[in-house]
T-cell receptor, first 114, second 118 residues
């Protein structure tokens, strides 16, 4: 089974609107971390936000927030007030407490329309 | 502003040549990861190290790829001989690898090496 599933290959959003990028994960480890990375056309991978499995609150970092629904095993990224510079690929990732390996999803391509 | 550095940023070589990619992890980080990214396969983990020791290199084609950490400030990924199918972007990432915190460690990526094998 896929550890990380991103079902939206491509998404479009109007500038200044909010957008949600979906991510579901699969693990039997009670302790894990969830991450989102942004990859603009320049190619670098930029860390955006982290959520721990035991965190009670949803993580927020500026315009990014993580909608963490543990029972559903989902960790959706919400970008508020989209900007043109948000156009990029977005990758969801997970790390289990046992081991150092990161599991990445296939990514969602976000295009912000002016 | 601490960053992972990778050299070279771009490499074009001919099939059969040796390629060496270098990575300098963030000072104080003790885990290093090598990834390969292609359009077809996405991000693939090739190898990772903790405290300079290889923990997993099952993602690497063993006959031609090798990864090492000669010291804490340098990780290398070598391909010998290179083949056109090795053309990809190779990323290095590092993390603190604090086992006491379990899963909270964040990986920070370098800018990548774009490899083209003709």
């Amino acid at each position: 089974a896929q550890k990380i599933t991103q079902t939206q290959p491509g998404m479009f959003v109007q500038e200044k609107e909010a957008v949600t990028l979906d991510c579901t994960y699969d693990t039997s480890d009670p302790s894990y971390g969830l991450f989102w990375y942004k990859q603009p056309s320049s190619g670098e991978m930029i860390f955006l936000i982290y959520q721990g499995s035991y965190d009670q609150q949803n993580a927020t970092e500026g315009r990014y927030s993580l909608n963490f629904q543990k029972a559903r095993k989902s960790a959706n990224l919400v970008i508020s007030a989209s900007q043109l510079g948000d156009s990029a690929m977005y990758f969801c990732a997970m790390r289990e407490a046992l081991g150092n390996q990161f599991y990445f999803g296939t990514g969602t391509s976000l295009t912000v329309i002016p | 502003d601490a960053r992972v550095t990778q050299t070279p940023r771009h490499k074009v070589t001919e099939m059969g040549q040796e390629v060496t990619m270098r990575c300098q992890p963030i000072l104080g980080h003790n885990t290093v990861f090598w990834y390969r990214q292609t359009m077809m396969q996405g991000l693939e983990l090739l190898a990772y190290f903790r405290n300079r020791a290889p923990l997993d290199d099952s993602g690497m084609p063993k006959d031609r790829f090798s990864a090492e950490m000669p010291d804490a400030t340098l990780a290398t990924l070598k391909i010998q001989p290179s083949e056109p199918r090795d053309s990809a972007v190779y990323f290095c990432a590092s993390g603190k690898g604090d086992s006491s915190r379990g899963s909270t460690d964040t990986q920070y990526f370098g800018p990548g090496t774009r490899l083209t094998v003709l």
